[in-house]
């Protein structure tokens, strides 16, 4: 085909793109029109000549990925899924609307996207977790394109994927940034100023390509020498023109995210040429290999540990992994330059080729983790519990993927002692259990950890553990069970006057407080909500009816949203339960509620009225109040 004939049809393809994508957000009344129209031509050419995805099988292990980072362009992306043939005309102005599968922003209800987009910042990161699958996983020679917006390369997420990038030389990644110029408010930080986007990026080690976004020829040329690029990553810079094509929005400020009026529309349409009906055949992939086997499956032999002895959970957590590597070849494991302090140093010795370094990054971390798992692998992803609060947007963002990933945080509330504040998570159980989907775990045991680490692995959505600094006594048999979901009730009589509900460090302060109260003759419950969500209602429920609903929850974590929380949901009516309407509940709440500092973990606890001096006071003050209620309703009858 000539040359000139070629670039016609992409000139064609490209103007359908943008009238569909003009189209759709007009009926819509709202989206992202000028957005996706910038990058169109460079779509247009990559769509019918580059990519390489065979849409009647988008699981298919040979398919190149495409990630939409910019994703408020979403309109071009289903505009692009109507040209390949793959949803009608009808369903594309379905676009925005309750129950369509064209949301505002991608998600993977459509079979053809990997992971939802939006946030900006977070494309490129999970890009990289899809390379390092293909390169060092899969070894297949399928090519991840991410198309990112100027805008967001003012994220700090962006740079550490380019790090990263570079770092495990991943010459199968090709970005694409669309330098239209133009932000939300006004110009971006850069402008046009592409020859500085190109300067940074090759400051990271990557090859930069500089070119006119709507030159055919040089998208042309560009990406077919991105994909002979076989030592590092590939950026294209493309210089474009938000609202590319029509005279009324070209490159002018105030359009970002308005749809055109219906009387706007039609004479844009007709400036763009009209409607066309292009449907185009995508190049399918040229091999059809199988990934590469990492191993192969044996069976699952977990640590286990004597009653009695001292082991950190944290421990456990590395031992159990490392079992879990030699059983699961699909299980992968990322750390954040701590892994000889959660102990995943123990995976990447045994199985370095399934361990990826993500140095101090923990939002590249957790992106890598939802690109690989992608790619149908387990990724266990671990670091210290306060610091994945950074990464926190991309777990949020992991839910809205409907993406498989399993979280790990070590080194949790003031029990892990001198580091003080800075190093204390006190927050994380309420901030994963804010997560659709998600499974939050506190394991108290050695054993325990062992157990549920083996559950964590099957275990769909986002689902973390917490883990301890501090060596505790291994009060569990190696051969109990700990289903998600349930709890243990380990202390217990027909005549418990309350129950304390704990969890991980401060369950054995409970036990310290049960022995207490028994040489005091006072018999109290004690249950290990292990499972802080889903949590044990029909536990929590029997325990406040034999108690006269007197509970303690004890917690080494903030008073908001934590194991407190958890319990007190099991008592409130939602949309999906009845409330408990039984007997009347006497809670109290231990947790941390003021600002700790350095010291012993036995100091911190105390000062922070989670030990055992202060379950004990607690227990106390509930008994004598129903012993007092009790003495005056004798009184009244008498």
Same mark, same amino acid.
């Given at each position: 085909?000539?040359?000139?004939?070629? $670039?016609?049809?992409?000139?064609?393809?490209?103007?359908?793109?943008?009238?569909?994508? $003009?189209?759709?957000?007009?009926?819509?009344?709202?989206?992202?029109?000028?957005?996706? /129209?910038?990058?169109?031509?460079?779509?247009?050419?990559?769509?019918?000549?580059?990519?390489?995805?065979?849409?009647?099988?988008?699981?298919?292990?040979?398919?190149?990925?495409?990630?939409?980072?910019?994703?408020?362009?979403?309109?071009?992306?289903?505009?692009?899924?109507?040209?390949? !043939?793959? *949803?009608?005309?009808?369903?594309? /102005?379905?676009?925005?609307?309750?129950?369509?599968?064209?949301?505002?922003?991608?998600? #993977?209800?459509?079979?053809?996207?990997?992971?939802?987009?939006?946030?900006?910042?977070?494309?490129?990161?999970?890009?990289?977790?899809?390379?390092?699958?293909?390169?060092?996983?899969?070894?297949?020679?399928?090519?991840?394109?991410?198309?990112?917006?100027?805008?967001?390369?003012?994220?700090?997420?962006?740079?550490?994927?380019?790090?990263?990038?570079?770092?495990?030389?991943?010459?199968?990644?090709?970005?694409?940034?669309?330098?239209?110029?133009?932000?939300?408010?006004?110009?971006?930080?850069?402008?046009?100023?592409?020859?500085?986007?190109?300067?940074?990026?090759? %400051?990271?080690?990557?090859?930069?390509?500089?070119?006119?976004?709507?030159?055919?020829?040089?998208?042309?040329?560009?990406?077919?020498?991105?994909?002979?690029? @076989?030592?590092?990553?590939?950026? $294209?810079?493309?210089?474009?023109?938000?609202?590319?094509?029509?005279?009324?929005?070209?490159?002018?400020? !105030?359009?970002?995210?308005?749809? =055109?009026?219906?009387?706007?529309?039609?004479?844009?349409?007709?400036?763009?040429?009209?409607?066309?009906?292009?449907?185009?055949?995508?190049?399918?992939?040229?091999?059809?290999?199988? #990934?590469?086997?990492?191993?192969?499956?044996?069976?699952?032999?977990?640590?286990?540990?004597?009653?009695?002895?001292?082991?950190?959970?944290?421990?456990?957590? !590395?031992?159990?992994?490392?079992?879990?590597?030699?059983?699961?070849? @699909?299980?992968?494991?990322?750390?954040?330059?701590?892994?000889?302090?959660?102990?995943?140093?123990?995976?990447?010795?045994?199985?370095?080729?399934?361990?990826?370094?993500?140095?101090?990054?923990?939002?590249?971390?957790? %992106?890598?983790?939802?690109?690989?798992?992608?790619?149908?692998?387990?990724?266990? +992803?671990?670091?210290?519990?306060?610091?994945?609060?950074?990464?926190?947007?991309?777990?949020? /963002? +992991?839910?809205?993927?409907?993406?498989?990933?399993?979280?790990?945080?070590?080194?949790?509330?003031?029990? $892990?002692?001198?580091?003080?504040?800075?190093? /204390?998570?006190?927050?994380?159980?309420?901030?994963?259990?804010?997560?659709?989907?998600?499974?939050?775990?506190?394991?108290?045991?050695?054993?325990?950890?062992?157990?549920?680490?083996?559950?964590?692995?099957?275990?769909?959505?986002?689902?973390?553990?917490?883990?301890?600094?501090?060596?505790?006594?291994?009060?569990?048999?190696?051969?109990?069970?700990?289903?998600?979901?349930?709890?243990?009730?380990?202390?217990?009589?027909?005549?418990?006057?309350? +129950? *304390?509900?704990?969890?991980?460090?401060? =369950?054995?302060?409970?036990?310290?407080?049960?022995?207490?109260?028994?040489?005091?003759?006072?018999?109290?419950?004690?249950?290990?909500?292990?499972?802080?969500?889903?949590?044990?209602?029909?536990?929590?429920?029997?325990?406040?009816?034999?108690?006269?609903? @007197?509970?303690?929850?004890?917690?080494?974590?903030?008073?908001?949203?934590?194991?407190?929380? %958890?319990?007190?949901?099991?008592?409130?009516?939602?949309?999906?339960?009845?409330?408990?309407?039984?007997?009347?509940?006497? =809670?109290?709440?231990?947790?941390?509620?003021?600002?700790?500092?350095? !010291?012993?973990?036995?100091?911190?606890?105390?000062?922070?009225?989670?030990?055992?001096?202060?379950?004990?006071?607690?227990?106390?003050?509930?008994?004598?109040?129903?012993?007092?209620?009790?003495?005056?309703?004798?009184?009244?009858?008498?």
């Amino acid at each position: 085909m000539a040359i000139q004939e070629q $670039i016609q049809q992409w000139h064609e393809l490209a103007q359908q793109l943008r009238v569909d994508s $003009i189209r759709a957000t007009t009926i819509a009344g709202s989206g992202h029109p000028t957005s996706s /129209m910038s990058p169109a031509d460079v779509m247009a050419v990559l769509l019918s000549k580059y990519l390489r995805y065979d849409f009647k099988n988008p699981d298919n292990p040979n398919n190149d990925r495409f990630v939409l980072s910019k994703g408020h362009a979403a309109p071009l992306l289903y505009a692009m899924y109507k040209a390949a !043939g793959v *949803i009608s005309d009808g369903e594309l /102005m379905s676009l925005r609307q309750l129950g369509s599968r064209l949301e505002g922003h991608p998600t #993977p209800v459509l079979p053809w996207v990997d992971v939802a987009t939006g946030s900006l910042g977070q494309g490129l990161p999970i890009g990289v977790g899809l390379a390092l699958a293909g390169k060092y996983l899969d070894q297949l020679p399928y090519h991840v394109w991410v198309l990112l917006g100027d805008s967001e390369t003012s994220e700090g997420s962006v740079w550490e994927a380019f790090d990263h990038a570079s770092h495990y030389s991943l010459d199968n990644l090709i970005a694409i940034i669309d330098v239209n110029r133009l932000g939300q408010r006004g110009q971006t930080e850069l402008g046009w100023n592409i020859q500085a986007y190109a300067a940074r990026a090759k %400051a990271f080690g990557w090859q930069a390509m500089e070119i006119d976004g709507h030159n055919f020829q040089e998208i042309d040329q560009c990406l077919n020498a991105a994909l002979s690029i @076989n030592d590092r990553p590939t950026v $294209i810079i493309a210089r474009t023109k938000k609202g590319k094509g029509v005279a009324s929005l070209e490159d002018l400020g !105030g359009w970002h995210g308005k749809a =055109l009026k219906p009387d706007a529309e039609k004479a844009a349409i007709a400036e763009l040429g009209g409607q066309r009906h292009i449907i185009i055949q995508v190049n399918k992939p040229e091999e059809q290999a199988q #990934p590469v086997v990492t191993g192969n499956p044996q069976q699952l032999q977990l640590p286990t540990y004597n009653k009695g002895a001292k082991v950190a959970t944290r421990r456990a957590y !590395g031992d159990a992994l490392l079992a879990l590597g030699s059983a699961q070849p @699909n299980v992968v494991v990322l750390d954040a330059e701590v892994s000889n302090s959660t102990y995943a140093e123990d995976f990447a010795e045994a199985y370095p080729e399934r361990y990826f370094e993500m140095y101090i990054a923990e939002q590249q971390m957790i %992106a890598a983790a939802v690109g690989l798992q992608v790619r149908k692998y387990k990724p266990f +992803a671990s670091s210290f519990a306060a610091f994945l609060s950074r990464g926190y947007d991309f777990v949020r /963002m +992991a839910a809205v993927s409907r993406a498989n990933i399993k979280l790990v945080g070590s080194h949790a509330g003031v029990s $892990i002692g001198q580091d003080g504040p800075s190093q /204390m998570a006190l927050e994380d159980l309420a901030a994963f259990r804010a997560v659709w989907s998600s499974t939050v775990l506190y394991p108290s045991d050695a054993n325990q950890t062992a157990k549920l680490l083996a559950q964590m692995s099957d275990r769909n959505g986002i689902v973390y553990l917490r883990t301890t600094r501090e060596s505790t006594p291994v009060i569990y048999d190696s051969d109990e069970d700990f289903p998600i979901g349930g709890s243990k009730v380990i202390r217990s009589s027909d005549s418990d006057g309350a +129950a *304390i509900i704990a969890a991980g460090i401060t =369950l054995h302060e409970a036990l310290k407080a049960y022995d207490r109260l028994k040489n005091e003759g006072i018999a109290v419950r004690v249950i290990d909500a292990y499972s802080v969500k889903p949590i044990d209602a029909k536990t929590l429920h029997q325990a406040a009816r034999d108690t006269e609903g @007197n509970l303690v929850v004890v917690e080494d974590h903030w008073l908001e949203g934590g194991l407190g929380a %958890a319990v007190l949901d099991v008592f409130a009516g939602t949309n999906s339960s009845p409330s408990y309407d039984e007997t009347p509940l006497r =809670l109290i709440k231990l947790a941390v509620s003021e600002m700790p500092g350095s !010291g012993t973990p036995e100091e911190l606890l105390h000062a922070a009225k989670i030990d055992a001096d202060a379950i004990v006071e607690a227990v106390k003050s509930q008994v004598k109040h129903s012993l007092g209620v009790a003495l005056h309703s004798e009184s009244a009858r008498k």
